[in-house]
């Protein structure tokens, strides 16, 4: 079973900047994600994929929105990765969701492609 854990939500002023990190926990000795993944949600919003990582070849995805202003990147350890977020906007408030294991011919935006999720993390920008 693989267990996800996200963390470094909190409330901070547009124009600020915050870091989530998400651990992966796996009782399979050597289990490594090929893909994770960040996706968020606000009240009365649909799920939205924000930034994605391919972990073996370190080739990054995101979304427009956060384009310039986001960077997805492996963790000190293997199994972790880190979503900066700079210069932020109220719109960019939800709660933020790690996941991994994208399936095979899976889109890295699409949150129905991917095997695993974490409980989230709360992001709120203020203007």
């Known amino acids: 079973q693989v267990q996800l854990a996200e963390s470094g939500g909190g409330s901070v002023q547009a124009g600020g900047s915050l870091r989530l990190s998400c651990v992966t926990s796996?009782?399979?000795?050597?289990?490594?994600?090929?893909?994770m993944g960040w996706f968020r949600q606000a009240p009365g919003k649909e799920r939205e994929g924000v930034a994605a990582l391919f972990t073996f070849g370190g080739i990054t995805y995101y979304a427009d929105s956060v384009k310039g202003r986001s960077r997805i990147s492996q963790g000190n350890a293997v199994n972790t990765v880190d979503l900066q977020m700079n210069s932020l906007k109220p719109e960019d408030s939800g709660m933020y969701y790690c996941?991994?294991?994208?399936?095979?011919?899976?889109?890295?935006?699409?949150?129905?492609?991917?095997?695993?999720w974490g409980q989230g993390t709360q992001v709120t920008v203020s203007s």
């Open positions: 996941a991994a294991d994208l399936r095979q011919g899976g889109r890295w935006y699409d949150g129905d492609d991917y095997k695993y």
């Open positions: 796996a009782a399979m000795y050597g289990y490594r994600a090929s893909y």
